[in-house]
Structure formats: structure tokens, C-alpha cells
């Protein structure tokens, strides 16, 4: 079966140090990987995507992502974290529909907490 | 970027009652558009995926009598909650997808609240 797994499920970092949320996947074929962030009570923005190419991501407000075939990962990093970073984020892979179409299959999330 | 939009942003209505919740897509053509319900502290699960003229595809578990899908235009999907329940009291969330192949472009979300 095509899933994500999100192993932790909050994240404690110290604003300025750099901060980590894992995200490993299982699909069959060439992955096509995204993280979103959601803020409380709002919907998901786009961060980044990997769909081919260098392994490492770069996306929206200084995060980046490592792509690692091997460990069918792809973990979210920032080099100093924010915290206005603290938010709600999920991994999301894409898979194949009948009919050419596809759909996004999320992990449970992960809360990221920044502390001052 | 994609503006996606969500009316109402929150409703509450009382059990046995429908509800319906608009998306629309405002500076691009949504050709596919998803909708998913989340609940608190838990990830989005897709309820159903619809292409824009055709008849929409639910996802295992998903009674499409009771959610209603239209998505007559390019630009507009609606989700009709009928003769709702405390249990469908929920946090929903609409997504589009335009021409390019990868980016999907999320609403705002609407709360439903059924008492």
C-alpha cells in the first residue's frame, strides 16, 4: 500500500537552531513528494515539492527538504528555526488514479513548536 | 499564486439539516478539485475527488448520498452535508488542481459545527 509515515508527532526546537520533521514514504515508482504547513484554523500552503532532480529542495520561507532514495525519505529542515514556524505540517506523496488522474495522500502531521 | 476560496468559513445548523459549503477556485481554472474532512489533531482524508462535468469519486468509506459533490464549472465546486449529524461535525477543506501537473492550491477550510 502507498503511504506516508510522519514518526514524530511534535517537535520542540529552540528559535535560531535548526529544526528537523521527518517524513518517510512507500509508493510504487518514482515518488512525487510535498510538505504543506497549516496554520490554526486555516488550510494548507504549499512549502515545496520534489519531483526529480537534485535531492535537495529548496521552498517557501527558508525551509528546505532532502530527498533520499535509499531511506525513501523526505525530511523538512530549516537551518534557524522561527517562532512564527510553529505551525502544523504534513508530507504528502502523490499517487496514480484510474484515468491519468492522481491524488495526495497525507501523513498524520507533525506539530512543530518553536520556542524563544 | 492560486487563490482557492471557501464560503461559509463556519456554520453551525442543527442535526437533520443540510449544509452546503462552496469552493471556488478565483484566478485559475480548477479542472480536478478534492475535498477532504479533518478532524482535530489529525491529518486531512480525502473524501472525494471530483473532475470538473463528471460525476465525482468517493473514497472508500464515503457515503455519496450523504455528500453531495457538484462540480458544475471550472471555477466552482460545492459539498452538500445532507440531514447532518453531531458526527459530521468536522473541519472540511476543498482543494484545486489547474493545468500544471503537481501543484494542488488549498481553501481556507469551513467548520462545521452540527448540534
Known amino acids: 500500500a502507498q503511504s506516508v509515515a510522519q514518526p514524530e508527532d511534535q517537535v520542540n526546537v529552540a528559535e535560531g537552531n535548526p529544526l528537523t520533521v521527518k517524513c518517510t514514504y512507500s509508493v510504487s515508482g518514482n515518488p512525487y513528494l510535498f510538505w504543506y504547513v497549516q496554520y490554526p484554523n486555516r488550510g494548507l500552503q504549499f512549502l515545496l515539492k520534489?519531483?526529480?532532480?537534485?535531492?535537495l529542495v529548496k521552498g517557501s520561507y527558508g525551509f528546505e527538504a532532502e530527498f533520499n532514495k535509499s531511506q525513501t525519505s523526505f525530511h523538512l529542515k530549516k537551518p534557524s528555526a522561527l517562532v512564527s514556524d510553529s505551525a502544523l505540517y504534513f508530507c504528502?506523496?502523490?499517487?496514480?488514479?484510474?484515468?491519468?488522474?492522481?491524488?495526495?495522500?497525507f501523513g498524520a502531521g507533525t506539530r512543530l513548536a518553536v520556542h524563544p | 499564486g492560486a487563490v482557492v476560496s471557501q464560503h461559509p468559513s463556519w456554520v453551525i445548523c442543527k442535526s437533520g439539516t443540510s449544509v452546503k459549503i462552496e469552493c471556488r477556485s478565483l484566478?485559475?481554472?480548477?479542472?480536478?478539485m478534492f475535498w477532504y474532512r479533518q478532524f482535530p489533531k489529525q491529518s486531512l482524508m480525502l473524501m472525494a475527488t471530483s473532475n470538473e462535468g463528471s460525476k465525482a469519486t468517493y473514497e472508500q468509506g464515503v457515503e455519496k448520498d450523504k455528500f453531495l459533490i457538484n462540480h458544475a464549472s471550472l471555477t466552482l465546486s460545492t459539498l452538500t452535508v445532507t440531514s447532518a449529524h453531531p458526527e459530521d461535525s468536522s473541519f472540511y477543506i476543498c482543494s484545486a488542481r489547474g493545468s500544471g501537473p503537481y501543484e494542488q492550491y488549498f481553501g481556507p477550510g469551513t467548520r462545521l459545527t452540527v448540534t
Open positions: 520534489y519531483i526529480t532532480g537534485d535531492n
Open positions: 504528502a506523496v502523490r499517487v496514480p488514479l484510474s484515468g491519468g488522474y492522481n491524488k495526495l495522500i
Open positions: 484566478d485559475f481554472q480548477a479542472t480536478t
